[in-house]
Every structure is written in C-alpha cells, then in structure tokens.
C-alpha cells in the first residue's frame, strides 16, 4: 500500500523558517515526479513545488519563488519543502504528492497526481 505522510508544520512568526518532509513508503518514488501543495480555508488547492522524475529538474510558484525549496533524499524515499522568510499569506495545509504518470503540462494540476499524503498545518503568525 501506497502512503506519504507529511511532517514538520506548526506555527511561525513571520520571516520565519520551516522545513517540511514527506516520507513515502510501499513503492520507491525515485523516478517519479513528486509535488507539493496548499490549501487555504476557503480556497482551491494551488500549486507550490514539484521536482520532475528523472531530470530532478524543479518548479515553484511564482509566490513562492526565490522562498521554498523543493529536494528529496532518494535513499530515504523522503522529499523536503524547505520554506524561508515566510509569510501570513503562506498559512494553509500542506500537501505532498506522487504522480507517477503525469506529463510536464499537468505539473501544476492537483487531478493529475495519483497519491496524496493526509497534509500538515502550517500557520504564520505573530
């Protein structure tokens, strides 16, 4: 069985750090393109990061460029969202995923990804 679970939200003060993982088990997510998200009381589940399977090759929001970090350590099947001077508008659940057959096009798209982790809250705020 299939399962990511995230770890390493809670609470900050604004400018701030966090680092998020993911750490995936029952298959090896080394080849497949793994993404992360929010969402906001209210609001749609948007985009943050994904790093594309094979090249490594990493994609960020424009909200968040320059900020966060996606990476991963392929030897503990584990990926990072390491998130720096954070902000009140960065409050939301996050959420990492696995889509092992999406395409370059569909990077940003929630629907396309096959595996999702349960999310973990992370709240900026002084």
């Known amino acids: 069985q299939v399962q990511l679970v995230e770890s390493g939200g809670g609470l900050v003060q604004p400018g701030g750090s966090l680092r998020l993982s993911c750490a995936a088990s029952?298959?090896?997510?080394?080849?497949?393109?793994m993404g992360w998200f929010r969402q906001a009381p209210g609001k749609d589940r948007e985009f943050v990061a994904a790093m594309w399977r094979g090249t490594g090759r990493t994609y960020y929001a424009d909200s968040v460029k320059g900020r966060f970090t996606i990476s991963r350590d392929s030897a503990k099947n584990t990926v990072y969202l390491q998130m720096n001077s954070l902000k009140p508008e960065d409050t939301a659940v996050y959420y990492c995923?696995?889509?092992?057959?999406?395409?370059?096009?569909?990077?940003?798209?929630?629907?396309?990804?096959?595996?999702w982790g349960q999310g973990t809250q992370v709240t900026v705020s002084s």
């Open positions: 029952g298959r090896t997510f080394s080849g497949v393109t």
């Open positions: 995923a696995a889509g092992p057959t999406l395409i370059l096009s569909q990077l940003r798209n929630p629907d396309a990804y096959n595996y």
